[in-house]
């Protein structure tokens, strides 16, 4: 480690052979100097500064180390599940935390919005789980494994629409819902960008890409695959109940320490326990009409049918996707 290094607020165990650059860490600082006179002097406290802070912090200071675990999703595909199966996985059962963001934080979150300091970062022990909506583009890069999950794009605009009206105070009905969605304008954008964007880096042996529909048919197999593609020691004794711990009505049962907005939604007055809705797969057949199915699936052939997706989001087995860089 550089002494320049030492002195960052970040002091991550350094990948042998990674370290930040010194224009990189000189850009850091001029970010810093920006964002603190945005925020304090002028007291504007905008998402420019919160873009800021996650640029900062998440592109230039942050260095992955090489357990860590970034579990990416586009919103509503199953990312608060696989947050709860691979903290069960790496504790061996933990309940112990009153929010599951609390072991396996929102990395992009806990940064823009100064939820979590560095230090506090710094402090998770290894191996880390982070989630994330980032696109490809914009994840932290290293050595560190990517698990991304993938849910039927119907679904997921089906789903999304229902977090729209309980938390976000969406009034419209499903087919302006729809039109948004499709055009990309809701939160975190395109879900057809944000899947291909992934898909494209499916030859990296360091993602492992996992199918929300395949979760729910064969969560023991899929179990089995993180635990190979993570390394995690799970005996065979502490299966049945980390598979019943991530069964949907464990997690229903225990709704409030996943739903991370429980308070805001009691303050706000909004409909609480409607964060978990159903987990099914095909809700959105009684939601799309024909013409909502075939638009849809005239985007989804533009960008997700050069992988030889079908429907369901099953992509073809890839030879090369099973070992992992040493
Ligand atoms: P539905 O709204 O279709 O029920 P995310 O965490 O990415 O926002 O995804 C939320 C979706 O995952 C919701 O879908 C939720 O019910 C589903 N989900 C959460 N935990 C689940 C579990 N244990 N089993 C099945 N589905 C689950």
């Known amino acids: 480690m550089t002494e320049n290094h030492s002195k960052s607020k970040f002091h991550f165990d ?30 504007i406290l905008t998402e420019t500064v919160q873009f800021m802070e996650l640029f900062r912090v998440g592109r230039l200071d942050f260095v992955p180390r090489a357990d860590d675990i970034f579990l990416v999703t586009y919103p509503r595909s199953g990312t608060t599940w696989m947050q709860m199966i691979l903290y069960q996985l ?11 963001c609390q072991v396996a934080p ?12 560095a230090e506090a970062i710094e402090a998770i022990l ?29 679904d997921v605009a089906v789903s999304f629409f ?11 009905d499903f087919s302006e819902f ?8 809701v939160q975190f954008g395109s879900w057809f960008k944000h899947v291909s964007g992934w898909l494209e880096h ?9 199918e929300y529909e395949n979760l729910i048919q064969d969560l023991e197999g899929c179990l089995r695959r993180i635990i190979q593609f993570c390394g995690f020691d799970v005996s065979s004794e502490q299966f049945p109940e980390i598979m019943e711990k991530c069964s949907f009505a464990f997690m229903k049962k225990h709704e409030s320490k996943f739903d991370h907005i429980t308070a805001t939604i009691w303050e706000k007055g909004y409909k609480q326990n409607a964060f978990l809705r159903k987990g099914e797969i095909g809700s959105a057949k009684t939601y799309l009409n024909e013409g909502q199915e075939k638009l849809f699936e005239q985007k989804s052939e533009k960008y997700i049918g050069k992988f030889g997706a ?12 099973s070992t992992r860089n040493p």
């Open 126 to 154: 290894s191996p880390r789980i982070f989630k994330s909506h980032l696109s490809y583009r914009w994840i932290p890069k290293g050595q560190c494994r990517y698990i991304y999950v993938m849910r039927n794009g119907k």
């Open 90 to 100: 790496a504790s061996r059962g933990n309940m112990d935390f009153t929010h599951i």
């Open 162 to 172: 229902h977090f729209y009206k309980s938390h976000l105070g969406f009034k419209g």
């Open 178 to 185: 729809f039109d948004l969605f499709m055009a990309g304008k």
């Open 202 to 210: 499916r030859d990296n042996p360091n993602i492992l890409f996992l």
């Open 310 to 321: 079908n429907d369901d989001l099953h992509i073809p087995a890839n030879p090369h996707s």
């Open 106 to 117: 929102w990395f992009e979150r806990v940064i823009s919005f100064n939820v979590m300091s």
């Open 14 to 43: 350094t990948p042998e052979g990674v370290s930040k650059s010194s224009a990189e860490k000189i850009a850091s600082s001029l970010l810093k100097g920006c964002a603190e006179i945005l925020k304090g002097g002028i007291g």
